[in-house]
């Protein structure tokens, strides 16, 4: 970080340690001090809106507290044992985690056919059709959750409309209403917003890869299938590690916005995610020392869940 | 040297308008100043600017500060969480970001009840012989269940079941006055395609529960069931509102639980205005609210109580009221007060009922004109009484909130995912988990 040399720290040596000699010019103290008070104001900054308050997440979680009183009483962990009791809490986990492997699957898989059917083959009108999938990522949830009303809507909604057009009504959904359906129709909106995106991200990466290593494999006798496996899939490997922690910093804060927009954790809690009920929990029912015991588990568990794929999806990196 | 002395002055003059920055905004405290708050409802914001003037035109040593907006929890709570707080707050119970529950379960309100004996400025009346009787004494003023007030009410409106009179009239079909007409009603109308029931969403069920607590067990019971008595979702009295509830779910609009979210609840307001369906419980700011839905012929909005238990039964009508406190950590305290009273004097009385917000004060319901006439009718009926308050308050409980567990649950009657003896036995858990975290 800083460029100050620590002073020698042997005492049997009497004359100091000659300085490294520097290729930019003899950069001294008091420029070390001058990158320093360079830093500063950024350094305020994160110190001021992120740590001060992380900490105070920490610390708020361990306390009874409705978030205007002035004597919030110490309980240690008893907000994170009742965690372990709360039905509500437990379904908006499991909800958190379903949407978080659900979408971040179909999302990647779905992301990556598209960017590598939009580089590798000369599709007509390929730009256009990128714009198109672009769109959705540029909308504010609000518009995005209005968009799926009239989608979801179960009786003159696009989708129970084509079904009826088609006549295949016994397929029809009541998409927002259904319990065992709501939480996938929330996905499919997440789905839906951030393909576009994913695909852009993924195009930039493919159109990099070298053509002579496709031509050669062509030239094998590759089929395009085996070349996406064996070429291009390894080339943008640390692209794809990157992603994959945005899809979790996507389930996680998405699904609350769409959720509260589009659901509002309804029918009956079967839609909550971790965020909604931590807002509900800490706002509405005005025990924020709890709420916040939820935002420590949610900064733990997305913590962790990074660490994890970070990890099993460590490899040497490839060069071309 | 110099030069390294002003980057470390400039560093830390930036350093700190940073903190500086952070906390401006908050009200100056100087003598004279008083802070209001106010929710913009749907009676506008034009009301609250008049009355100020009007109180500043009386007092003209007083400058009035007004905040209001759509979420002014969100604008004012930062600053009250650091220790500024507004001197006057108009604003009711039951919002999302629960601020005035979450004061009154703080005990961080001042104790309004001086104000009551006030006599009004310019007038010989005081306060409280102003206000219609059993508007205060109940828990929606005095939520501690003691003689103290601490919540001013500002604007009541009926809620109960809003209906299509103009659909009655061609069907020739009688408001119900009790369960079992309104049971053979919905059998009548299922059989022409109108399902009996909807609501827009599982919240808006609160006028209807409160109504029919106190409908089949007397206003003790009701308050009995507010106070979490011990037992309370045990009796039999709590098992036949949850009997009515059920059967009544049974004759909902197939598509009430699939528009009864955020985005869709005027689809369900919407099956009223189209024939689809009879009743739905709401408040009378529904008739602004869907002013310029598409609507059947001969349509015309029509409220009435929940029907009676037994023939010439008590019918109870659940009446939604605002309110305006001073917080504990206010520091006009006395000018507050007298804004307060001045709320309810006859010249901001005109003002804002000129802006359809009927303050509970006697004689005012004769003023009134239109579609508000007829709903406030509703209060001249003998066998009527208005049921104010909600829920007593205790102390934060985590993870419980029994207006979800009796709102939201009868989405899942609806759905058939919960049973009527899974409803009971939550409802049970919940109130007895807040008797214990105590009053």
């Known amino acids: ?320 | 040297m110099m030069k390294r002395t002003l980057v470390l002055a400039s560093a830390a003059v930036a350093a700190l308008g940073l903190v500086a920055g952070c906390s401006t905004g908050g009200d100056s405290g100087s003598g004279g100043t008083l802070g209001v708050a106010a929710l913009e409802g749907g009676y506008g914001r034009d009301m609250y600017t008049k009355v100020i003037e009007a109180f500043e035109a009386a007092h003209p040593d007083v400058d009035v500060e007004l905040r209001i907006s759509k979420s002014i929890e969100d604008e004012i709570s930062p600053n009250m969480k650091a220790g500024r707080f507004p001197d006057v707050v108009v604003l009711g119970q039951g919002r999302k970001a629960a601020l005035t529950e979450t004061l009154v379960k703080d005990k961080a309100l001042e104790d309004l009840t001086p104000v009551l004996d006030t006599t009004i400025p310019g007038e010989d009346t005081t306060v409280g012989d102003k206000l219609i009787d059993g508007i205060v004494g109940n828990l929606n003023t005095n939520p501690y269940g003691t003689d103290q007030t601490y919540l001013m009410p500002m604007y009541y409106a009926p809620t109960g079941l809003f209906y299509n009179k103009g659909l009655f009239a061609q069907q020739g079909w009688e408001v119900p006055a009790t369960w079992d007409e309104m049971f053979a009603l919905g059998d009548t109308a299922k059989a022409r395609g109108i399902a009996l029931f909807t609501y827009p969403t599982a919240g808006y069920l609160d006028s209807f529960f409160f109504s029919l607590l106190a409908d089949v067990g007397g206003e003790d019971f009701y308050n009995d069931v507010m106070t979490y008595q011990e037992g309370v979702w045990q009796t039999d009295e709590a098992q036949q509102v949850l009997d009515i509830t059920t059967r009544l779910l049974d004759y909902a609009a197939p598509a009430t639980v699939g528009y009864a979210n955020e985005q869709d609840f005027t689809k369900n307001q919407q099956l009223i205005l189209d024939n689809k369906a009879l009743f739905m419980p709401n408040g009378t700011w529904i008739v602004g609210e869907m002013a310029d839905a598409p609507r059947a012929d001969g349509f015309q909005w029509g409220l009435t109580p929940l029907p009676a238990v037994s023939e010439g039964g008590d019918r109870y009508i659940t009446t939604s009221v605002e309110s305006a406190w001073i917080p504990s950590g206010a520091e006009n305290k006395d000018t507050a007060k007298e804004f307060l009273a001045f709320l309810y004097s006859d010249e901001a009385a005109a003002i804002f009922a000129e802006a359809n917000a009927i303050q509970p004060i006697k004689g005012i319901a004769d003023t009134l004109s239109g579609e508000n006439a007829e709903f406030y009718q509703v209060y001249e009926d003998p066998a009527v009484s208005p049921l104010v308050g909600g829920f007593a308050s205790t102390a934060p409980v985590p993870g419980v909130d029994i207006k979800a567990t009796l709102f939201d649950t009868a989405n899942s009657i609806i759905s058939g995912d919960k049973t009527k003896a899974q409803w009971q036995s939550a409802l049970h858990d919940a109130s007895e988990q807040l008797r214990q975290a105590g009053a």
């Open chain 1, 1 to 320: 970080m800083t460029t100050i040399s620590a002073p020698p720290t042997d005492v049997g040596t009497p004359v100091p340690a000659p300085r490294r000699p520097r290729p930019g010019g003899t950069r001294g103290r008091g420029s070390g001090r001058f990158v320093f008070l360079c830093l500063l104001p950024a350094l305020v900054l994160f110190v001021v809106f992120m740590i001060v308050p992380t900490v105070n997440v920490f610390r708020t979680s361990l306390y009874a507290w409705s978030g205007f009183s002035p004597d919030p009483r110490f309980v240690g962990f008893e907000n994170f044992a009742r965690l372990l009791d709360d039905q509500q809490f437990i379904r908006a986990f499991q909800n958190t985690v379903a949407l978080l492997v659900v979408v971040t699957v179909v999302t990647m898989g779905v992301a990556l056919f598209l960017a590598a059917v939009m580089t590798r083959q000369r599709m007509r009108g390929r730009t256009f059709y990128r714009f198109v999938l672009y769109v959705p990522s540029v909308l504010s949830v609000v518009v995005i959750a209005a968009i799926f009303s009239a989608v979801y809507d179960q009786e003159n909604g696009l989708i129970n409309g084509t079904l009826q057009a088609l006549s295949l009504e016994n397929l029809e959904q009541v998409w927002l209403g259904d319990q065992q359906i709501v939480l996938y129709s929330v996905a499919f909106a997440m789905v839906w917003q951030s393909i576009g995106y994913y695909m852009v991200l993924y195009m930039s990466s493919m159109s990099v890869v070298p053509e002579e290593l496709y031509e050669a494999a062509a030239l094998d006798g590759a089929s395009s299938v085996t070349q996406f496996f064996t070429i291009t899939l390894p080339l943008i490997w640390q692209n794809l590690r990157t992603t994959l922690t945005f899809f979790i910093m996507s389930a996680v804060n998405l699904s609350f916005v769409l959720v509260v927009a589009l659901t509002g954790g309804g029918p009956d809690g079967s839609s909550e995610v971790l965020l909604s009920y931590m807002y509900k929990q800490a706002y509405t029912n005005s025990t924020y020392g709890y709420g916040m015991a939820i935002g420590v588990v949610i900064f733990v568990f997305s913590f962790l869940v990074s660490l994890l794929v970070s990890r099993t999806t460590r490899r040497e990196p490839l060069q071309f």
